[in-house]
T-cell receptor, first 114, second 115 residues
């Protein structure tokens, strides 16, 4: 069974600081997504990582994927208040009886303070 | 505009009633998913479908049912057997994971409350 674990689950940051959210998963996959969710809202797609070594950047966020280590990171550079939200990673089962199943991590609640 | 439409946005259910949540997409996506989110929690998979006329149970399928008679539609029925249905329900769709440009998009959600 595919398990996806994020850490930390809660992250309180000062504006201007850097930090990294980690996403570990338990079975082979080369399809990983990062999403943002604001309170009471749906999920907004941030990044799609589709191969080992993939790196994508958008503004102050950068995501990477290491399929050998089964690890993805979401790095935040010089945090600003607008980045406060919950961030989820999700991994797709690439084989077996659960082919196509999309499993989410627990989410990381990010709060950026002045 | 292409996208995923969930309706209704808010739904109230009486004890013992079945209710159906609608999810329609015009993205020509093969795969569709239903998730449940409880306050302050992550997303738990209820059912998913990779192709028309086929679907699989997710991690919390008990008390729910789905159908996939058309590519663009994946309705979710919350039955009276689901004892604690109050939650935020999210529908998603994606291309097949074999697609090199695969991406999964979400609808705006349906907030179901038992009254």
């Amino acid at each position: 069974e595919l398990k996806v674990e994020q850490n930390p689950l809660f992250l309180s940051m000062q504006e201007g600081k850097n930090y990294t959210i980690y996403c570990n998963y338990s079975t082979t996959s080369d399809r990983l997504y990062w999403y943002r969710q604001d309170p009471g809202k749906s999920l907004e797609s941030l990044f799609v990582l589709l191969s080992n070594g993939a790196v994508k950047q958008e503004g102050r966020l950068m995501a990477s994927l290491d399929t050998k280590a089964r690890l993805s990171t979401l790095h935040i550079t010089a945090a600003v208040h607008d980045l406060s939200a919950t961030y989820f990673c999700a991994v797709v089962n690439a084989g077996g009886t659960s082919y196509g199943k999309l499993t989410f991590g627990q989410g990381t609640i990010l709060t950026v303070h002045p | 505009d292409g996208g995923i439409t969930q309706s209704p946005k808010y739904l109230f259910r009486k004890e013992g009633q079945n209710v159906t949540l609608s999810c329609e997409q015009n993205l020509n996506h093969d795969a569709m998913y239903w998730y449940r989110q409880d306050p302050g929690q992550g997303l738990r998979l209820i059912y998913y479908s990779q192709i028309v006329n086929d679907f699989q149970k997710g991690d919390i399928a008990e008390g729910y049912s789905v159908s996939r008679e058309k590519k663009e539609s994946f309705p979710l029925t919350v039955t009276s057997a689901q004892k604690n249905p109050t939650a935020f329900y999210l529908c998603a769709s994606s291309t097949q994971i074999s697609d090199p440009n695969t991406e999964a998009f979400f609808g705006q959600g349906t907030r179901l409350t038992v009254v």
